[in-house]
């Protein structure tokens, strides 16, 4: 199993996903329905933001890693008219105020038709700690393209802390995808299990277990904990913090579509985001660590 489901990552290089969502290419969205037909704003989001932003409509979505947005926006001279990112810290360079909308929690996604579902609904850690000895294949993004990446680096060395897990042979041993990319392998049985966000497992309707508030990045009450585990990424030490998502417009004209984002709770809680009582937060701080 573990070699055909290899090859199978390997047939992704460089194709389209097709997908409940659209059609990805590098990951960026081709809109299928006519949404963006008509407008001119132009709107880059994080991966996971992928559904709700297409569902909004008013905007032509692409979608990236959080990190690889910001890069697009610096490096490449990409003016998108919205920005909105999975990490409010990666806004540094972009905007320095933002709006905070939303939270996520990190999940493990698993395919329920696989050999080894039953031992990850047992007992999801003694199935990690068993990858050096099984054909179990686990996917995760890339730490250096999107935050989802980094986090699952840090939630492992929670873990091993915590569980006796070992980390580094987990990341050694893991399929590395795109973000728009990972649960339509997972999906498609190219993987057994992948590190997501809740959201992205719930709007697929796709099984998964939750993991321990402790290395989920998902309570603000645990920052001082998550805080002890840190990625470089860019030349900058990025520590763990609880997940939040931020969005700016970048010109008047997207102001608007922003709006309808920040302000669309109920669909973001549909979609599995968290969005807490005291959201959104309006022309917060952000682009610091």
């Known amino acids: 199993m573990g070699s055909s489901r290899r090859t199978v990552l390997r047939g992704l290089g460089g194709a389209a996903v097709c ?22 704003i132009d709107a880059l989001v994080a991966g996971s933001l992928l559904g709700v932003a297409r569902r909004l409509g008013g905007a032509t979505i692409e979608a990236h890693g ?23 810290r990666l806004f540094n360079g972009v905007a320095g105020r933002a709006t905070l909308f939303a939270t ?23 199935a990690i700690r068993d990858i050096e000895r099984t054909d179990i294949e686990i996917g995760r993004t890339d730490p250096d393209a999107d935050p989802l990446g980094y986090r699952t680096v840090m939630a492992l060395r929670l873990a091993e802390q915590t569980y006796g897990i070992d980390a580094e042979s987990v990341l050694d041993r893991s399929e590395v995808l795109p973000e728009t990319d990972l649960l339509s392998v997972l999906d498609g049985g190219g993987l057994d299990a992948a590190f997501a966000y809740r959201n992205m497992a719930v709007e697929r309707s ?40 931020a969005a700016a417009a970048t010109t008047a004209a997207g102001e608007p579509w922003v709006e309808r984002l920040v302000t669309a709770g109920a669909a973001l809680r549909e979609s599995g985001f968290e969005v807490p009582a005291a959201y959104p937060i309006r022309d917060a701080s952000v682009g610091t660590n």
Not at 20 to 36: E, H, M, N
Not at 79 to 87: C, I, R, T
Not at 104 to 126: C, F, G, K, T
Request: aromatic share 8%; charged share 25%.
């Open 206 to 245: 796709i099984k998964y277990r939750s993991l321990p508030a402790r290395i989920d990045f998902s309570d603000p009450a645990r920052a001082d904990s998550y805080g002890r585990v840190s990625y470089d990424l860019d030349g900058k030490s990025i520590e763990g913090a609880p997940i939040r998502y």
């Open 66 to 88: 959080s990190a690889a947005v910001r890069r697009l926006i610096l490096n490449t001279g990409r003016s998108p008219d919205a920005v909105a990112l999975a990490d409010p």
């Open 19 to 40: 997908g409940v969502t659209g059609t990805f290419v590098y990951g960026r969205l081709v809109a299928t329905d006519g949404s963006a037909a008509g407008t001119d």
């Open 104 to 126: 996520n929690a990190l999940v493990l996604a698993y395919d329920r038709e696989s050999a080894h579902a039953p031992a990850i609904e047992r007992d999801w850690r003694a």
